[in-house]
């Protein structure tokens, strides 16, 4: 009885006949062999998963608690990581590697810290704000996992201008050449992965907007188009325009490059090709849509294209009629999501809004659909890596994820969350094995979703943007 009074006192449950005053907190030593893990850093979920399952040395290993000191006691100074002033982001200097470093070893005041979770996994992620200050970005850092996601601190950029949130607009393009362009308001901004360093591309003027952005194949040159419906080619290296044409009524809302061709898509309903070896502002029109072209895809063999409307409709071109060959209703919402595949002549997937929320596969020779997977949610992008038979979708309402699918069986291989609007804007890095996504709630973030190539990639991850982008493998 007066065993059990002590321990209804004392909040422990202990077994009979085993006093409070009898337990002992064991000191456990280093030297004692525990076993050598990864950092969780450098361990894939796959990797973290398979611990899980692998049999420990002993059912009965003693467990202690982490000790996690105060970082407000810390001597930060003794390290020479502390902020002692906020200065902004130098481009291309050492800053932006310090303030990475010190957010990974001491957690950061300054932006949320994110976490991403897969199923029970927890995996880092790494993200940039899309706050323009100075003409700068402003790296937030490094995503610390150990931190909780509710550590909530504003932005370090709140007052800069934002992604717009339209689901029309194409607006984040990775060149071949490892080139970041991202179309803020009024500006293009150049971000080159391997050393991280921002250029401002363009400034279109107060009375004209970003509408678009596509890099050529090369990686060299790369489109704009423009609220008043222009398209503008610059030259990436120098940052010079070279040629304006004209041609829509209104805005220019997605771009499309063949190894000659051109393709712009306008609210006007039209579809302009572009040579840009002929003085002409253009040399073609296509007219099929009866709302805003949206979605805009060359296949990889240059032979057909495909275009997606706010009227529901997928069409399919070829370069010798300027009438569709193939005209696909089945889709209930617009169809922005549009890919081919790289694997097999003549396979197209295209995906709906939030009416429809299907990825849809289609057999472009003879016209038949192939297969329909409802999503759950409005499919804002589709994606397909050239290394695995896999592809990759975004969403919007209502979940806001990102998916990863094998082909042909569509069977889930990941699903990533973390974006807190719709996930509107995709692009894929040149080795094919890291994708950026891009919302209305002003980041970027980097996802490992692909495995490498069999032969060895053309373009290295190098750089301070690979120290934190979520790895699925």
């Not at 525990?34 to 290993?61: D, E, F, V, Y």
């Not at 804002?380 to 806001?400: F, I, P």
């Not at 569509?410 to 692009?427: D, E, I, N, P, S």
């Amino acid at each position: 009885m007066e065993s059990n009074q002590l321990r209804r006192k004392s909040g422990i449950n202990l077994p009979a006949g085993m006093s409070e005053t009898s337990l002992r907190l064991e000191k456990i030593s280093p030297s004692r062999g525990l076993p050598n893990l990864a950092s969780p850093r450098t361990m894939s979920p796959r990797t973290i998963s398979n611990l899980s399952a692998s049999s420990s040395p002993s059912k009965t290993a003693a467990c202690s608690d982490r000790f996690i000191p105060c970082r407000s006691t810390s001597r930060l100074h003794t390290f020479g990581l502390n902020d002692k002033t906020a200065s902004p982001v130098k481009e291309g200097g050492n800053e932006a590697y310090l303030r990475v470093l010190r957010r990974e070893l001491f957690g950061s005041d300054v932006g949320s810290p994110v976490v991403v979770y897969d199923g029970s996994k927890r995996i880092e992620l790494a993200l940039l704000s899309f706050g323009v200050g100075g003409g700068e970005w402003a790296v937030l850092g490094v995503a610390n996992p150990a931190q909780a996601a509710e550590e909530g601190a504003q932005d370090a950029s709140q007052d800069a201008p934002a992604l717009q949130d339209d689901f029309y607009l194409s607006l984040v393009d990775w060149s071949s050449q490892n080139v970041l362009a991202v179309g803020l308001g009024t500006c293009v901004y150049l971000w080159t992965a391997s050393t991280s360093k921002v250029t401002k591309l363009c400034d279109l003027g107060p009375n004209d907007g970003v509408c678009s952005v596509q890099w050529t194949r090369e990686g060299s040159y790369i489109s704009i188009g423009t609220s008043l419906g222009q398209v503008q080619i610059w030259d990436g290296t120098q940052c010079k325009r070279v040629r304006t044409m004209s041609g829509h009524q209104t805005r220019t809302g997605v771009l499309a490059w063949s190894s000659r061709i051109l393709s712009s898509g306008s609210r006007d309903r039209n579809i302009l090709q572009h040579d840009l070896r002929v003085s002409n502002d253009f040399v073609s029109k296509l007219v099929g849509h009866k709302s805003e072209v949206c979605g805009l895809k060359w296949s990889h063999d240059d032979r057909e294209l495909a275009s997606g409307g706010n009227d529901n409709q997928l069409l399919v071109w070829n370069q010798h009629s300027q009438l569709p060959v193939l005209k696909l209703t089945e889709h209930t919402a617009a169809v922005k999501a549009i890919a081919w595949s790289p694997h097999q002549t003549g396979l197209l997937a295209s995906g709906g809004g939030t009416a429809d929320r299907c990825i849809r596969f289609w057999n472009t020779t003879n016209g038949n659909q192939l297969n329909s997977v409802d999503t759950g949610s409005q499919v804002c992008n589709l994606g397909w890596s050239k290394n695995v038979n896999e592809l990759v979708s975004t969403h919007g309402y209502s979940q806001n994820q990102i998916m990863v699918w094998k082909y042909p069986s569509m069977a889930k291989v990941a699903t990533l969350t973390g974006h807190g609007m719709r996930v509107l804007y995709l692009a894929m890095s040149p080795d094919g094995q890291t994708i950026v996504t891009g919302a209305g709630d002003e980041t970027l973030r980097f996802w490992n979703v692909f495995p490498s190539a069999k032969t060895p990639a053309s373009v290295k991850d190098t750089g301070l943007w690979s120290l934190g982008r979520t790895h699925i493998r």
